[in-house]
């Protein structure tokens, strides 16, 4: 099975992920930003990863996935810097899956990664009290995602290439 991991990082949790991803493949694989794929023909599976920030998904991945996703096999893998008990996320996460209705997806993984100082100053002045209370929560971010949240991604890996042979 010939995969190609994607991926678009602004802060580089994303990136960590798609270092997982690699150890998770059985088989051969390519990985690149987003930004530097031109063609998916020669690849049975497509491992796309993206953050969310600002409730949406960053300019280009939606792009990326209509026009070099369509009817190809996908994995979506999302960094967000939300902890998993905030009420929008999973909204969020229907949101970002939705985007890949034109392809077989075979299955999403997400999982907290860090939010950066920069962003969680100008959330803490945003008008938003929500936002400013994300904001605040920067110090629970730190470090992530945790080496077991790659554990699990890389188990999720190998669990979604078995499947789908």
């Not at 905030?86 to 209705?101: M, Y």
Request: with cysteine; glycine share 6%.
């Amino acid at each position: 099975m010939n995969a190609l991991i994607t991926y678009k990082t602004i802060t580089g949790n994303t990136k960590k992920m798609a270092k997982a991803i690699e150890k998770g493949v059985d088989g051969t694989f390519d990985s690149f930003e987003m930004i530097q794929v031109d063609n998916t023909d020669e690849y049975d599976i497509l491992f796309i990863g993206f953050p969310i920030m600002n409730r949406r998904i960053p300019e280009g991945v939606k792009e990326f996935i209509k026009e070099k996703a369509k009817n190809k096999k996908v994995v979506l893998y999302i960094s967000h810097a939300m902890p998993k008990e905030l009420p929008h996320l999973q909204t969020l996460i229907t949101k970002a899956c939705e985007v890949a209705n034109n392809t077989e997806l075979l299955g999403v993984f997400n999982c907290q990664g860090e939010l950066s100082e920069e962003l969680a100053v100008n959330l803490k002045k945003h008008e938003n009290e929500e936002f400013r209370r994300f904001g605040s929560l920067r110090h629970e971010s730190i470090g992530l995602p945790s080496e077991n949240d790659l554990e699990e991604l890389i188990q999720f890996t190998k669990n979604i290439i078995k499947e789908s042979k």
